[in-house]
Nanobody, 126 residues
Framework: QVQLVESGGGLVQAGGSLRLSCASSGRTFSSYAMGWFRQAPGKEREFVAAISWRGGSTYYADSVKGRGTISRDNANNTVYLQMNSLKPEDTAVYYC???????????????????WGQGTQVTVSS
C-alpha cells in the first residue's frame, strides 16, 4: 500500500516562500512520476506541478511557472515543491500524488495518479 505524507505547509505573507515535502512509502518510489495538486476553498482541485520518474522532466501550471520548482530525491523517497513569491491566490490545500503506472513522464492529468496524500494547508496572507 502506497502512503504519501505531505509536510511544510503553513501561514506565510505574500511574497514569501515555502517548501513542501512529500514522503512516499510502500513501493519503488523512483519508478513513478509524481505530482502536486491544490484545492482552494470552493474550487475544484487543480494541477500545480509534476516530475517524471527519473526527475529529468518537469511540468508546471501556468499559474506557478517561474515561481514553483518541483524536485525529487529518489534516495530518500521524497518529492518537493518549492514555492516562491507566494500570492494570496496560492492559498489552498496542497496534495502530493503518485502516478499509477511505472516509468511515465510528468503529467497534469489527475486520472493518471493512483495515490494521494492527505494534503497540507498553505495560507498566504496579503
Amino acid at each position: 500500500q502506497v502512503q504519501l505524507v505531505e509536510s511544510g505547509g503553513g501561514l506565510v505573507q505574500a511574497g514569501g516562500s515555502l517548501r513542501l515535502s512529500c514522503a512516499s512509502s510502500g513501493r519503488t518510489f523512483s519508478s513513478y512520476a509524481m505530482g502536486w495538486f491544490r484545492q482552494a476553498p470552493g474550487k475544484e482541485r487543480e494541477f500545480v506541478a509534476a516530475i517524471s520518474w527519473r526527475g529529468g522532466s518537469t511540468y508546471y501550471a501556468d499559474s506557478v511557472k517561474g515561481r514553483g520548482t518541483i524536485s525529487r530525491d529518489n534516495a530518500n523517497n521524497t518529492v518537493y515543491l518549492q514555492m516562491n513569491s507566494l500570492k494570496p491566490e496560492d492559498t489552498a490545500v496542497y496534495y502530493c500524488a503518485a502516478h499509477g503506472r511505472k516509468f511515465y513522464s510528468a503529467s497534469d492529468r489527475e486520472t493518471n495518479y493512483g495515490y494521494w496524500g492527505q494534503g497540507t494547508q498553505v495560507t498566504v496572507s496579503s
